[in-house]
């Protein structure tokens, strides 16, 4: 079983169930930060699992535990350190009882720390970066025979092609949605952001080994695909057939495949949004018409400092073109606020941006420095008080959209796939096109169907809907 803690973008847990094997050893991976994380999670216990891990229920019951981790903001680091202070007295109990636990750390943290982790915190036993998970079950055997390893390398081989698959059945233990990482890495540099130094360049994998394991996840019950990257629109490659491929092109082969009801990528940067996949925003009914693109500020000076390569009027001209193209698009952005030099002006700019745009979703966060990161040395750094302000403000306009957003759907038909159970018996919860959560009162539809619904009311996180009576699935 895996958890998962939502840092910087949307809830998602990655849990799992694995066919045993005898006298299984137990994993437990806590998941920290952005949606790579979760697949990475899945990816490393796939990986364990054919060196006969299986899920451990909690970190009390677990052989192995990993931390998988985020170094965005500067928060995410310190919680991963406090949890590491609490792991230590279950690890000493441990040690008593004969059946001693084996501590690890991987993702973002350990890569930018690296051996710094196990000065700081020497009760952890394996240090791995997201290069490497597919050495993972050889790490994690030399560390139970106590040697401390730290593995930040970045290996020569690509870990894709090393990590094994997954089994349909831990698949369907997984969902109808998952994610699929089809780049890693970037090259823009920000100069806010820790991803070009902890993920490294931009690297895309190749396009037929996407199409296979998108084929694996609908074999198994999947129903919408989210494509990831942390660049996820600079993706390019050969394609099957030979020729150069971008997002678009990927996209318009992987709505080919029977049964994949629903496709969406994440997170894009505005200036890799290109002519064709705009096109697949106009052609392709299974591309949910949700963009998550990030803007960052509304201020061109700020906008320079970040090394954004935009302006403000790029951004605004995009989401342009894309409406054009899908006039059911809604936009959702990220948001930093008390970046270095930033003004009370240049904040205005980023709140009328915001207004001008209409957002159905966003996350804004107050500017952290990250250590190696130019903005860190910058001057003219923004008091804590003064960003924690601006952030309230915006934050106040961001959700009063979200919220008029959901409320502008009351009434409306459209297609909703069914994914878990709700809360209630007889209450199934499933996603909108808009990513919006829709609470259904059903009998006789089963999780994995895609119906229409109908929209009755909206709250500030969900919707509530009731059956049209059609099944809408591909
Ligand atoms: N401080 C605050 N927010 C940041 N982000 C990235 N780096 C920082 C930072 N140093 C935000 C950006 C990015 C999102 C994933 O996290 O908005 O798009
Ligand atoms: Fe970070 Fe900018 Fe790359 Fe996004 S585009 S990962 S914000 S450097």
Not at 19 to 28: D, G, L
Request: glycine share 8%; with cysteine; hydrophobic share 40%.
């Amino acid at each position: 079983m895996s958890e998962t803690i939502d840092l910087a973008e949307p809830d998602e847990t990655a849990s799992a169930a694995v066919e045993s094997t005898h006298a299984p050893r137990k994993v437990f991976i806590k998941t920290y930060g952005c949606q790579m994380n979760v697949y990475d999670s899945t990816r490393m216990e796939d990986a364990l699992a054919a060196d006969g891990y299986v899920p451990a229920a909690s970190m009390e019951d677990a052989d192995l535990i990993l931390l998988n981790t985020c170094h965005i903001r500067e928060k995410a680091a310190e919680k991963v350190y406090s949890e590491l202070g609490r792991i230590r007295a279950l690890k000493d109990d441990r040690r008593t009882t004969g059946r001693p636990v084996t501590l690890g750390v991987t993702g973002c943290v350990a890569q930018a720390e690296g051996e710094e982790i196990i000065v700081r915190a020497p009760v952890v036993d394996l240090v791995v970066g997201p290069q490497t998970y597919h050495r993972l079950p050889q790490i994690v055997a030399r560390a139970r025979r106590g040697e401390a390893i730290v593995d930040t390398e970045y290996a020569p081989e690509d870990k894709f092609d090393h990590l094994p698959h997954a089994r349909a059945t831990r698949i369907r233990s997984r969902g109808v949605t998952a994610f699929l990482t089809v780049q890693e890495g970037c090259d823009k540099f920000c100069t806010f952001c820790v991803v070009p130094y902890t993920r490294g360049s931009e690297v895309s994998r190749t396009a037929a080994t996407i199409i296979d394991e998108a084929k694996r996840l609908v074999d198994a019950g999947v129903r919408e695909i989210t494509l990831l990257g942390q660049n996820v629109n600079a993706w390019h490659g050969e394609g099957v057939d030979g020729r150069q491929w971008g997002l678009g092109e990927l996209l318009f082969a992987l709505a080919e495949l029977p049964g994949l009801d629903r496709l969406r990528y994440t997170t894009s940067h505005p200036i890799d949004m290109d002519d064709r996949l705009i096109a697949a925003h106009r052609d392709l009914d299974r591309l949910m018409p949700y963009l998550h693109l990030p803007v960052q500020s509304g201020s061109d000076r700020i906008l320079k400092a970040m090394n954004r390569s935009h302006t403000a009027a790029d951004y605004l001209r995009v989401v342009e073109r894309v409406r054009q193209a899908r006039p059911d698009i809604a936009m959702s952005g990220d948001f930093i606020v008390g970046f270095p030099g930033e003004s009370e002006r240049d904040f205005a700019d980023t709140l009328e941006i915001v207004r001008t745009v209409g957002y159905a979703g966003a996350f804004s966060f107050k500017y952290s420095p990250r250590p190696g990161t130019p903005g860190a040395t910058m001057d003219d750094q923004v008091p804590g008080d003064v960003a924690g302000e601006r952030l309230a403000r915006l934050q106040a306009l961001l959700n009063d959209q979200q919220h008029r957003f959901n409320e502008a759907c009351v009434g409306k038909t459209f297609d909703v796939l069914l994914e878990k159970p709700g809360r209630r018996p007889g209450q199934i919860i499933g996603r909108s096109p808009w990513l919006q959560s829709v609470i259904i009162s059903t009998q006789d539809h089963d999780i994995g169907d895609l119906v229409e619904a109908k929209i009755t009311a909206a709250g500030p996180n969900s919707l509530s809907a009731t059956l049209t009576g059609r099944n809408t699935s591909a």
